[in-house]
Structures are given as structure tokens and as C-alpha cells.
């Protein structure tokens, strides 16, 4: 997009008007990550990690966010917690707390329960009540050590 200004609300637009059909089939079949193992074997990805962010959210991010080129100490994933908990990514906030706790608690186990985790969440159709024990897990951890960030970020991202 070539624009000379960019408003703030534009950083949060989901860009649903420029996938194209084989691209929400291969949403809606929840294997549109599939690609992105190119970049895992080349180097730029794990994968277990934060997702990558948009180079305008980014930006946003890096002038408002205090420390927040710490999300950058580890490569961006495939998969992560902020994946878990909130699939969708409607709640920017929880997404970069969840970022927060995997950078701060980084380890193999880890890596392997969130990787256990995302199997659960892609067959989770046929086992509701886990996939709820799972994300609840999950919250249980991020909210108690990333309230300061969850809360400013919470705060930013409410303002239009």
C-alpha cells in the first residue's frame, strides 16, 4: 500500500479482502502455516516462538513498549503460546504477554509442551474440555508474571 499517512487504526486492520481463495481454504483447514517451514529450514524461524509482527505493528510496538526489542532475543515460531490461548488474535495484549513469558522461561520442555498444546488445539473439535484445560494452563501463568505489560499494552491498544 503506498500512503503518505498511516492511521494508528490501520495497524489493526485485518487484511481479510487480499487472501486469496486457496489461501482461506488453506485457513480454514488450519494448515496456512505450512509454507513458513521453508523458513524454519532456512534458518529464519523456529519451530517455537513468538509469530512474527507486521513491520507497521512493529514500529507502533517499538515506540510504545518499553523493552520490547526483548521479544527479539529468540527467533519468531510456527507455533506459540499466544497461538494456544488465543488462536484468533483478537487480544493483541494477551498475545504479546504470552510473547513476555515464553522469552522469560524459554526452555525444551517448554518448547514441548506448547508444541503438545498446539496438537491438542488443531484437533480440538473433537476434545472441547481439553482444549479449554489447556488454554486455562496456560493463562494461569502468563496474567500472574506479565500483568505490567498485559495492562499497559491492554491500555494502548484500547485508545482510538
Known amino acids: 500500500m503506498d500512503r503518505k499517512k498511516t492511521d494508528r487504526n490501520d495497524l489493526f486492520v485485518d487484511n481479510e479482502k487480499y487472501i486469496t481463495k486457496s489461501g482461506r481454504l488453506l485457513r480454514m483447514l488450519k494448515i496456512d502455516e505450512i509454507p513458513q517451514l521453508w523458513n524454519i529450514i ?54 504479546l504477554a504470552c510473547d513476555c513469558y515464553y522469552i522469560n522461561n524459554k526452555s525444551m520442555k517448554l518448547d514441548i509442551q506448547i508444541i503438545v498444546s498446539t496438537v491438542i488445539y488443531l484437533m480440538y473439535s473433537l476434545s472441547r474440555e481439553i482444549y479449554n484445560w489447556t488454554t486455562a494452563r496456560w493463562l494461569r501463568h502468563i496474567n500472574v508474571e506479565n500483568i505490567a505489560v498485559y495492562e499497559f499494552v491492554k491500555m494502548e491498544t484500547s485508545i482510538k
Open 42 to 95: 532456512k534458518g529464519d524461524m523456529d519451530f517455537v516462538g513468538p509469530r512474527p509482527i507486521r513491520e507497521p505493528l512493529h514500529n507502533f510496538y517499538m515506540q510504545n513498549i518499553p523493552n520490547f526489542k526483548r521479544r527479539y532475543q529468540t527467533l519468531p515460531g510456527l507455533t506459540g503460546i499466544s497461538q494456544i490461548v488465543d488462536p484468533e488474535n483478537k487480544d493483541r495484549s494477551l498475545g
